[in-house]
Each structure stands twice: as structure tokens, then as C-alpha cells.
């Protein structure tokens, strides 16, 4: 009797080893590729203007993949979305370039492949700042410390001969930016579209200046992929990032279908989708070396970075190159 129970307890244990390691191995599964066999590819983005090319892919590129299948996963800060890059768990994003450069410098290898967009930031101000001058002492909001924004409110205050710190600096959330300003609770701030036109058609902000007046060919929010997916899945990179620049072609032509498309990823008032429009590109995403050189010099001058990654190390336009 107690033989058969010893039998019957060590085929439980042997089935129930089983259904684990098929329940491991089917996740492992989904993990990498969907039922119809093509790799899933995710990538982070903010419900910004700056990832547009990214939701016209996922709503009409994805038609044209063969090999892969788009998943675009939505994050609501840039640490949130860096800490998904850096640790694996989505295989790219569409982020502000100096946090990407900053993670290279620690150590994560991340690979530039394509511009998210070019200009189309401003530098937003009370109806009150008559000149940069009258920001002396005022609150003035950036998203993060490593970004193109935080350039270009140094580049602003350099022009006027002010110093950084002759203003109060503080870090914001992009959506809280318009009703701080409403508010009085800052004078002014720089960041990702659409909030800069939100203030402006709402008429509780002005536009001191646009980012090509501070800063030709800024480089600011870019399409990054781990190195790993692209050493070792090129293919299906490659593809992701063929649509990608078709994609932002598309995006270049601003007609309703632009509209229509980013208004899924962000609720946003047509009115303010177009003044953002106005100021931003998308015909041209190759991250050329001039202007990226430009950037690592600006993120030296402010400390922001004692060694930034060289352009060789952290530009991968082989992709892009061919997808043109």
C-alpha cells in the first residue's frame, strides 16, 4: 500500500514538473514573437508630437511587415521608460536623446538609429516676459535636466547674457506645464509638443522663440534600440526601421490623416495639433554627425555629461541608410 502511494506521489511530482516547464516555455514564447510566428517588437514612447512617425507606423506601416509585429508600449515619464530600456524589458524607444547618450555613458549599449523629428520646440513664456531679461529670478519649467530643452533654456539665457542660474530652474511633467504657466506657478518653460502650442492656443502663453533660432538642426528626441536586438535580429530591425522612415514621411505631409492618426495616441484639440505642426519636421530623421557633435559640445559646456559617447559609438545609421 504504501509502495503504490510512494508511485502515485512521484508521477504527480514527475506531471506537475511538466506542466511547469511548459508553462515556462510558452511564455518564454510570448514573450519574443506573437501566434503567427513574427517577432514582436515593443517600443516606448510619450504621447508626444516627437513620436509621431511611431503611431503612423504601429496604424499603417505595420501592414507592410513580414517578419515582425509592432508593439508600442505607453510609459508616463522619461525614468519610467528609461528603466524599461536599460533593463531589457522592451527593445527600444522613441526618447530624449541626452538620456539615451547618458545610460551609453553608463555602461547600457543603446544605439541611435534614427531622429524622432527635427526642431519643433519653443521657448514658451507669460504673457507678462516682455524679454529673456524679465525671467531673472522667475520659475522656469524643463522636463528632465538631460534633454534638448534644457539646452535650449541655457542657449536662451546665453544669448541674453544671463547666467543658468539667474533663473529658477525646475522639472516638470510635460501635462502639467500649460496649467502651471495659467497658474502663475512659473514664467515660462521649453518641452516636448504639443504642450508649448496648448499654451499658446489657449492664449495664457506667447512663444519667445522657436528652437531654430537658438539652435539649427537641434537634435532632441530619437528613435534608440538595443544593440543586442540589432546584432542579433537585424533583419527584423532593419524592417522596423524601413517603415519607420516611410512613416515619417507620411507625417511630413500634415493632412488629416496626420491628424487623425495622432489624435488615438494624443488627446489633443486639432487647433493646437496644427500650430505644433507648424513648427515641427519630419521629412529628414538621419542623425547626421555635425549636429550630433554640436549636442556632446553643449553637454560639456553645461556638465552634463564629462564624457558623452562619440558619435561612432552611439549613431547607428547603417539601418536608416539603407532604408532611404
Request: hydrophobic fraction near 40%; aromatic fraction near 8%; proline fraction near 4%.
Given at each position: 500500500?504504501?509502495k503504490k502511494l510512494r508511485r502515485s506521489f512521484v508521477l504527480l511530482l514527475l506531471i506537475m514538473n511538466l506542466i511547469f516547464l511548459s508553462a515556462c516555455g510558452s511564455s518564454q514564447v510570448s514573450s519574443g514573437s506573437s501566434g503567427g510566428g513574427k ?167 506667447k512663444v519667445l522663440f522657436q528652437s531654430k533660432d537658438l539652435w539649427v538642426n537641434s537634435v532632441c528626441c530619437a528613435l534608440v534600440l538595443r544593440n543586442e536586438f540589432i546584432r542579433n535580429e537585424n533583419q527584423a530591425a ?87
Open positions: 500500500m504504501k517577432r514582436t517588437i515593443k517600443i516606448g514612447y510619450l504621447p508626444i508630437t516627437h513620436a509621431v512617425p511611431l503611431y503612423i507606423e504601429d496604424e499603417i506601416g505595420k501592414k507592410d511587415f513580414k517578419n515582425i509585429k509592432l508593439e508600442l508600449v505607453k510609459f508616463g515619464s522619461w525614468p519610467e521608460l528609461m528603466d524599461a530600456l536599460n533593463t531589457g524589458r522592451i527593445d527600444g524607444a522613441s526618447v530624449l536623446v541626452e538620456l539615451a547618450m547618458k545610460a551609453k555613458e553608463q555602461g547600457i549599449d543603446l544605439k541611435a538609429v534614427a531622429l524622432g523629428h527635427r526642431d519643433g520646440n519653443v521657448i514658451v513664456v507669460s504673457k507678462d516676459i516682455k524679454s529673456v531679461k524679465d525671467l531673472k529670478g522667475k520659475n522656469f519649467a524643463i522636463p528632465h535636466k538631460f534633454s534638448t530643452h534644457n539646452i535650449l533654456l541655457y542657449q536662451t539665457l546665453k544669448k541674453a547674457g544671463l547666467k543658468y542660474n539667474d533663473v529658477n530652474v525646475i522639472e516638470l511633467p510635460p501635462a502639467e506645464m500649460p496649467a502651471a504657466l495659467a497658474e502663475g506657478r512659473i514664467s515660462g518653460y521649453v518641452v516636448a509638443e504639443p504642450f508649448g502650442a496648448l499654451s499658446v492656443a489657449m492664449n495664457k502663453g532593419q524592417e522596423l526601421v524601413n517603415e519607420y522612415v516611410k512613416s515619417g514621411k507620411l507625417a511630413e505631409l500634415k493632412d488629416e490623416q496626420t491628424h487623425k492618426i495622432s489624435s488615438k495616441y494624443m488627446k489633443v484639440d486639432k487647433k493646437v495639433m496644427d500650430l505644433s505642426f507648424q513648427w515641427i519636421s519630419y521629412d529628414d530623421l538621419r542623425l547626421n554627425k555635425s549636429s550630433y557633435e554640436q549636442l556632446r559640445k553643449y553637454m560639456i559646456e553645461m556638465g552634463l555629461s564629462k564624457n558623452p559617447p562619440t558619435y561612432e559609438d552611439f549613431v547607428d545609421n547603417s539601418l536608416i541608410d539603407k532604408a532611404m
